[in-house]
T-cell receptor, first 113, second 112 residues
Framework: SQTIHQWPATLVQPVGSPLSLECTVE??????LYWYRQAAGRGLQLLFY??????ISSEVPQNLSASRPQDRQFILSSKKLLLSDSGFYLC????????????FGPGTRLTVL | RKEVEQDPGPFNVPEGATVAFNCTYS??????FFWYRQDCRKEPKLLMS???SGNEDGRFTAQLNRASQYISLLIRDSKLSDSATYLC?????????????FGSGTRLQVQP
């Protein structure tokens, strides 16, 4: 069966520090991968999605970036965090040639101070 | 106009009650529809897909009205464990067909 992992689970970082969040998927090949952010009390905002290694689409202008160095690995990064980057970061996957259902990892709760 | 609109609630209902949530979406090209459930401080989890003919999964019934671009979720015989935020989700939107657009969610609190 497929599983999706994210780490770290929680993170507290100072403003201006770098960020690296990792997501890995097991049990499937060539998944579509997604990064979302959920601010406190708000809905999910799609940040990036990827349909293959090295292929990244950005949905909103921001100081975050994403990379997909391996088929089942998706990384979210920032060179300098802002206070507004605080939130709940969720990685999700869907079948490449299947339906549109997305399955979420457990998320990373980021607090920028 | 938001791409997916939901009443944020909260809906406070007693155990055993029937409760209905509604959702409207703006993209007439959407083809896939879902309800997700999100517990406090947890990731969203798929509750059920929504099919054109309507579908039922135990105590949960989902309906789709394409002409009105309207989706509903009915929960019968509410349990305490049903307390959560319910997210209405459609495919398509600005990010393309495979992207999902999430509503902000409707919070349900089932009380003993």
């Amino acid at each position: 069966s497929q599983t999706i992992h994210q780490w770290p689970a929680t993170l507290v970082q100072p403003v201006g520090s770098p960020l690296s969040l990792e997501c890995t998927v097991e049990g499937t090949s060539n998944p579509n991968l997604y990064w979302y952010r959920q601010a406190a009390g708000r809905g999910l905002q799609l940040l990036f999605y990827s349909v293959g290694i090295g292929q990244i689409s950005s949905e909103v202008p921001q100081n975050l970036s994403a990379s997909r160095p391996q088929d089942r690995q998706f990384i979210l990064s920032s060179k300098k965090l802002l206070l507004s980057d605080s939130g709940f970061y969720l990685c999700a996957w869907s079948e490449w040639a299947g339906g549109d259902t997305q399955y979420f990892g457990p998320g990373t709760r980021l607090t920028v101070l | 106009r938001k791409e997916v609109e939901q009443d944020p609630g909260p809906f406070n209902v007693p155990e055993g009650a029937t409760v209905a949530f509604n959702c409207t979406y703006s993209n007439s090209a959407s083809q896939s529809f879902f309800w997700y459930r999100q517990d406090c401080r947890k990731e969203p989890k798929l509750l059920m897909s929504v099919y054109s003919s309507g579908n039922e999964d135990g105590r949960f019934t989902a309906q789709l009205n394409r002409a009105s671009q309207y989706i509903s979720l009915l929960i019968r015989d509410s349990k305490l464990s049903d307390s959560a935020t319910y997210l209405c989700v459609v495919n398509g939107g600005r990010a393309g067909r495979r992207a999902l657009t999430f509503g902000s969610g409707t919070r349900l609190q089932v009380q003993p």
